[in-house]
Structures are given as structure tokens and as C-alpha cells.
């Protein structure tokens, strides 16, 4: 089944207080990310976001971001998960050397909230995610970021580590097709591991939509009695989540997916995983 995108964010801002932003700046700021991070900083517009990450040097995911210029001109922002900042920090801080380059978190006076379409910098991964917007003011009322989360699984967009694990590759989680890398910019940290298995085509597992009743995060699935991937990022009710499978058990239409308990499951593919490179 391919994905059915019927849903859209609504009106009202979604306050995402799980995310944290970090003030990129100095003389070096743009040549040191264009050279650690998986996408190209050449293409990074005034009015426009970079989505990227930060790999290991086996190819393997750390980090998801969002990098966007400073509104003051000075620098770049950078839009991170929270609870990982100080672990991004420290990475950055190691590949600096030379460089000059400083970082700042300057998350206690600049907060980051999602929109519908049209009100702030478009999402880069997909345009029907609506956008991002980045300010001081916290006096507008907005939901909280599990609805943003759920919104996102209906769009089969993972949302960082809450669908991600340290040990994914690009195509493991669909990122090789939500823009988060520029496969012609040349050298990045684990490019050649990534390059390697995007061009031969070696991707062996994605991230597909599941519903069904009682999803655990964590949780085995199941066809034939052995287990083809697993439960990851879980929508707020418990009955949708992201699970990250093995393509070919997602295209056998012969046998049914279950769940350790042994609920079938229905399963949407992304529309943005077509047979074409991005």
C-alpha cells in the first residue's frame, strides 16, 4: 500500500520543546560544517533551511538537524534535539582544530515551533510538513510537539532519535530520500561507507507506516514466526507508529505482519520511496 497524505498541520504552532538551537558562527562557521556534514552548505538559501546529519565514520547516524542562517546575519542557526545536544557539542568541538569557529546554545532565548505551509522556512525533508519557525517570544499559544510527532508518522518522516538508532544507516531510515544529503558535494564524515551503498543500491530495510492496536516501541514484528524489524517512533494514541522492516517482508503480500502478540498489521509505504534516485 503506498502512502495516503490526508492529513495537514494544523493552524495553530506546535511549540517543539523538545529541540534545542545552537549558534554556529566565526570566520570558518560555513567551510567546517560544509565539511563535516552530510549535505551542502552551498545550498543553503536566505529565506530557506539545510535538513542534515552527522555520521560516524562507518556511515552509521549520530545526528539529525535543521541549519538555516541567523536572523541577526550573524552566523548559522542550528535546530537539534535537546536531549542530545550536549553529545553534538562535544563532536563538533573535537572536529573544530583550527578552525574558527564558535558554538553558542542559545536555546534559553530562541525556541522552536512548527507551522502549517507558507509561515516560516519550509521544511526541506518534505513540503507537506509545513515549516519551521524560530523565536524569542513564548507568549503564543501553541500545542505541544507529540502532536507535531504524530503528524509526522502520518507522513512516514522520522523524527530524530525517536525513530532513529545509532546504528542506521542513511537508506535504513529513509534519509537517502528527505534531502538530508548531497551525494555530489564530495567529502563528509562516513561518506564513503554512505556514497558506497546509496550507489550500488544495497539498501536492505526502510521505514514504512503500521497500524494496529497496542504498539509498543521496542517491540518485535513478526511474518512467519520470525521477526522482520522492529516498532520505533509510536504515535500518541497507540495505534500508529514508524517501524523500520526488511523490504523484503514488506512486499510479501503472501504472509500477514504481526506483532509479538500476535495483532496484524496494516502497512503504508512512503510515496517519496520510488524505484528512482533522488
Known amino acids: 500500500m503506498t502512502q495516503n497524505q ?151 518522516v522520522p523524527s530524530g532519535s525517536l525513530a532513529i538508532r545509532p546504528q542506521d544507516t542513511m537508506s535504513d531510515v529513509n534519509l537517502d530520500h528527505l534531502n538530508a544529503v548531497a551525494w555530489d558535494k564530495g567529502c563528509f564524515i562516513g561518506q564513503e561507507v554512505a556514497a558506497r551503498m546509496y550507489h550500488l543500491g544495497k539498501a536492505k530495510k526502510r521505514l514504512y507506516k503500521i497500524q494496529g492496536e497496542g504498539l509498543v516501541g521496542g517491540d518485535a514484528i513478526l511474518q512467519n514466526g520470525r521477526p522482520v524489524g522492529d516498532i520505533r517512533q509510536v504515535s500518541s494514541n497507540g495505534k500508529t507508529a514508524l517501524a523500520q522492516l526488511k523490504i523484503a517482508a514488506a512486499e510479501n503480500e503472501l504472509l500477514p505482519l504481526l506483532t509479538n502478540t500476535g495483532a496484524k498489521l496494516l502497512l503504508t509505504k512512503a510515496g517519496y520511496l520510488t524505484l528512482s534516485k533522488p
Open 6 to 156: 490526508t492529513t495537514m498541520l494544523p493552524d495553530s504552532l506546535v511549540h517543539l520543546s523538545d529541540r534545542a538551537v545552537l549558534r554556529i558562527a566565526g570566520a570558518d562557521a560555513t567551510i567546517f560544517l560544509q565539511n563535516v556534514i552530510t549535505n551542502d552548505m552551498s545550498r543553503l538559501d536566505a529565506g530557506g533551511m539545510l535538513y542534515a546529519c552527522l555520521l560516524s565514520p562507518q556511515g552509521q547516524y549520530l545526528h539529525d538537524f535543521f541549519i538555516s542562517h541567523a536572523a541577526d546575519g550573524n552566523g548559522y542557526y542550528l535546530d537539534c534535539e535537546a536531549a542530545k545536544m550536549d553529545d553534538l557539542l562535544r563532536r563538533f568541538t573535537m572536529f573544530r582544530l583550527r578552525s574558527k569557529v564558535t558554538f553558542e546554545n542559545i536555546s534559553a532565548g530562541m525556541h522552536v515551533y512548527a507551522a502549517g505551509q507558507g509561515q516560516g522556512l519550509p521544511d526541506p525533508r518534505q513540503a507537506t510538513i509545513g515549516s519551521r519557525i524560530y523565536s524569542a517570544d513564548t507568549s503564543a499559544t501553541a500545542l505541544p510537539p507529540e502532536k507535531y510527532h504524530d503528524f509526522c508518522i502520518d507522513f512516514i
